[in-house]
């Protein structure tokens, strides 16, 4: 499922989906709205980034980080995050959740 800030859809409606209605499928992506927030912000990029520094720039500005897990990786210095959620580009708010993933 992924996540837009609009005003013009109604909250929390299906604005698409993918495969279209009627359609046999393992699964299936949606598209929902949100409604619009204001302070609205398209999530960074953080791949490759100090976890911790990122940690403490996103709770600066209101928002809810947690690492979810640190996992080894070869030539990686530990706490550079290795996945986030939500993915660079999606559209974030105050409040919102994050999660980071970390090297150790």
Known sequence: MA???SQAYPPDVVVAQDPAGNEPAARIALLVNRGEQGNSYVMPDL??????????ILRDQGFRVAVVGSVPYPGVVPGVVLRQSPRAGFQVA?????SLEVSR
């Not at 791949?47 to 403490?56: E, K, L, N, Q, T």
């Open 3 to 5: 996540e837009i800030r």
């Open 47 to 56: 791949i490759g980034v100090s976890g911790d520094r990122a940690a403490a």
């Open 94 to 98: 105050p409040g919102d959740p994050i």
